[in-house]
């Protein structure tokens, strides 16, 4: 057996799936990529027949990203799998299709409606199928670590049979704890006849916080691929973080011996932030590996020690995830050409047209900055995602605030070359912004969330707006903005959610959302 371990991100299919985390076409390609540079054996980059979106981006993804995998998820139905195997077709070689059906008791008779041998029937099927559209498939079945052991070896059995060249045994709701799990997967090795023909790959979820143990219960007994996301990022309490088992198998390869990864662990704490930016769902400060405080040291005790031995509270050099890479800021002097080359190398892929975009907010900002680090030039790269041509733009914003007067706010809003304006009055300064661009727009959405960060340190930091809105209809809809002012970044936050949602939908094209 192979000491590598595969790496299958999944951070663009069930990360997605988060409710909130929507992204479009331009940020899943981002992500993309970025993963592609953190050396990913496997991209699981959607789940194509579920909309045209998806099947855009998994075919987009196949065409473009050079390197890993890139898997479709599918059903075991024949749409499902027809759509995934078109949507794969251009990774060539490099194409996976990944099938699943649920397998557990309560699966099979409350959700399915179907006893064992339809099951094994179906997924036989799902598998053959895939197979005559591609060599390389990926068979799931669905809630396995509460399916009976004796059947879930006769469903990995007979799916191997059928050609399936991974078998995944996911931990769906996140019920397994370690030492079960790793028991789970040494039972398959010991019980299933054919299981060498096929890698075994595990897939947690972090319902108990014991995704990364099971994880690494699982490859210590013969599992040989990861299925995680950056950041964790995932339905309910996400998925397994992958930075947190790269990081996990290479610290302890006292305990782990050969296992290895061929992840390039320099670039974690960028996919980090890429990821975070894309999605909207900012990191915690404790979070293992990538949040801000993983290598702060606070307490005088442990300066004292570190001062004297890194080792003495570190058991990871920060260098080796990505932390402390030096950056040289830009200034309002820097030219179009030194931003385009910055944004080159922090990874975008910007059009000249969006290059122009972006370089009109950087100067605007350079003016009221001394310094334009990275951080503040991705958040404004966000800011500006949306075409020109295809949303509304912030032209001008006027909030006047008075002690015992309703905050009042006035903007000027274009689209299609003609500009209008819109007056409002509200609770607060960001209030008033809304209702004011509201009137322009002719819709109203309900605030559900609204988050504002610094980007960087200082009293001229780049404030960055990640808000979330119902329009109406029940799903979040997340918007971006950034500015060195709250309630202008407040103001383009919620006019890029109204721009991901409502001119998507006019020009025909499924609106980004849950
Ligand atoms: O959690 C799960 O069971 C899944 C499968 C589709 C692999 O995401
Ligand atoms: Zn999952």
Known sequence: ???????????????????????????????????????????????????????????RIATEVRGPIIAGLARCVTKDIEAAAAAVKPAGERGRIHVFLATSKIHREHKL?????????????????????NKDVEFSPEDASRTEPEFLAQVVETVIAAGATTVNIPDTVGFAVPEQFGALIKYLKDNVRNIDDAIISVHCHNDLGLAVANSLAAVQNGARQIEGTINGIGERAGNVALEEVVMALKTRADIF????????????????????????????????????????????????GMLKMRETYEIMNPVEVGWGGTELPLTKHSGRHAMAARLEHLGFKLSDAEIGAVFVRFKEIGDKKKFVYDDDLSALVDDSMMPQDEGWQLQKLDVSVATGQPPRASVVLSRDNESSEGNADGNGAVDAAMRAIDAVVGRSGNLL??????????????GEVTLKVDFGDGRLITGKGAST??????????????????????????????
């Open 1 to 59: 057996m192979s000491d590598k371990i595969i790496i299958f991100d999944t951070t663009l299919r069930d990360g997605e799936q988060c409710p909130g985390a929507s992204m479009n076409l331009r940020e899943k390609m981002e992500v993309a990529r970025q993963l592609e540079r953190l050396n990913v054996d496997v991209i699981e980059a959607g789940f194509p027949v579920t909309s045209e979106g998806d099947f855009e981006a998994v075919q």
């Open 113 to 133: 409606r179907k006893a064992h041998e339809e099951i094994l029937r179906l997924a036989a099927e799902g598998v053959r199928l895939a197979k005559s559209h």
């Open 257 to 304: 011996g050969q296992l290895r990864t061929e992840v390039h662990t320099r670039e974690i704490l960028k996919t980090s932030r890429i990821v975070s930016r894309m999605s909207g769902l900012h990191v915690q400060r404790s979070k293992a590996i990538v949040g801000e405080n993983a290598f702060a040291h606070s307490s005088g005790i442990h300066q004292d």
């Open 485 to 514: 002012d709250v309630i202008e970044a407040s103001a383009r936050a919620y006019l890029n959610a109204i721009n991901r949602t409502f001119i998507r939908r006019e020009l025909g094209e499924p609106a980004q959302g849950v």
């Open 449 to 462: 969330e609204y988050n504002v960060q610094a980007v960087t340190q200082g009293h001229d930091a780049l």
